[in-house]
């Protein structure tokens, strides 16, 4: 049963941890502390009764060390039991310092120690792209599953900003920033060695990528899809998409002359890879239709037809 008015946090752990004696009385319920998954009967403390406590109202119990940690974190379920998740108290409002530090470090923390190993090298650590697939045939059966490893790795990080963004919302009462968001993954995605391909290159291009997936994922959660936030997300999207095309097209116009670079030539077959696709490009196999690739075609073409609609041409116009 909750609190009719929840207590402020400081309140609770000073009033609501309350210490079981005699120790015998575990024996009418569960022995484990829930939180480090020890005895309840064990700890390192002189005194193990002094070392359990029961917390009010729902009366489960834990160690006292593990439960104050659980109660002083920065994780999104601060405030509630964790056995029954029952609403114990208002937490704190983080301080400025608090703030700064959650969203400028330990995000980014938090997203290279959880998911981000480093990706495995096929070449030398020195070359930027650990597997070059312009020294591999066409048809090489391993080409797909590399590039397959480069998409996994960024949804795992979509995912994973997603969360982050939410807990700052939840725990500092900060509205979404998810441009700030697609900085951040882009980042992280580039320092755990990823795209290990050089399928795509172009910052531009990579970074139109991690926004369409972006906003791909959270147009199909309706918690966010109908929000300033998100339309802001959408102009940020139209930008990027915006400035790949004039990229492209300047890039197509330089392949027109007869002492064009190498560099403009791999560059355009990119720009095509990503953006060259009909409306139904994901689901019709085209020129630039590679096994791996498929989710990032169905994301592009998902963004451009969420911003233009149907029957704008993939490049935009042409430079004249």
């Known amino acids: 049963m909750a609190y009719a008015t929840a207590p402020s946090q400081d309140q609770y752990l000073a009033d609501c941890l309350i210490p079981l004696a005699p120790i015998l009385s575990l024996k009418a319920g569960p022995t484990q502390c829930t939180i480090c998954l020890c005895d309840l009967r064990h700890s390192s403390s002189v005194s193990p009764v002094d070392n359990v406590v029961n917390i009010k109202p729902c009366h489960h119990k834990f160690h006292r060390d593990c439960i104050t940690l659980w109660f002083t974190g920065t994780h999104q379920q601060i405030y509630t039991c964790p056995n029954c998740r029952t609403t114990l108290f208002t937490p704190n409002r983080l301080t400025p310092t608090q703030i700064e530090s959650m969203t400028l470090s330990s995000s ?19 070359e930027r792209f650990s597997i070059r697939l312009a020294d591999r045939h066409p048809r090489d059966i391993f080409i797909p599953r ?23 919302f939840d725990i500092c009462g ?18 755990a060695g990823y795209p290990q391909t050089d399928f795509v290159t172009q910052t531009s291009l990579l970074l139109l990528l991690v ?70 490009g ?7 239709h590679v096994k791996g690739h498929e989710e990032r075609i169905r994301w592009i073409v998902g963004l451009r037809m969420r911003i233009w609609g149907r029957g704008v041409e993939p490049l935009g116009p042409r430079v004249l």
């Open 146 to 168: 590399f590039l397959a490893r480069d998409t996994t790795k960024l949804q795992q990080l979509i995912d994973f900003g997603i969360y982050l963004e939410q807990e700052r």
């Open 108 to 126: 980014s923390d938090l997203i290279s120690e959880a998911i981000l190993e480093p990706a495995e090298s096929y070449t030398t650590r020195n």
């Open 211 to 280: 926004a369409a997936a972006l906003i791909d994922r959270l147009g199909n959660m309706a918690r966010y899809n109908n929000t300033v936030e998100f339309a802001q997300l959408l102009a940020y999207g139209e930008k990027l998409f915006l400035e790949t095309q004039r990229e492209a097209r300047e890039c197509e116009a330089a392949l027109s002359f007869s002492d064009y670079r190498r560099e403009d030539s791999l560059a355009m077959l990119e720009y095509k890879r990503v953006l060259d696709h009909r409306d139904d």
């Open 174 to 191: 900060l509205h979404w920033d998810w441009k700030a968001c697609v900085s951040l993954i882009s980042l992280k995605y580039e320092e």
């Open 282 to 288: 994901y689901r019709t196999p085209g020129l630039w």
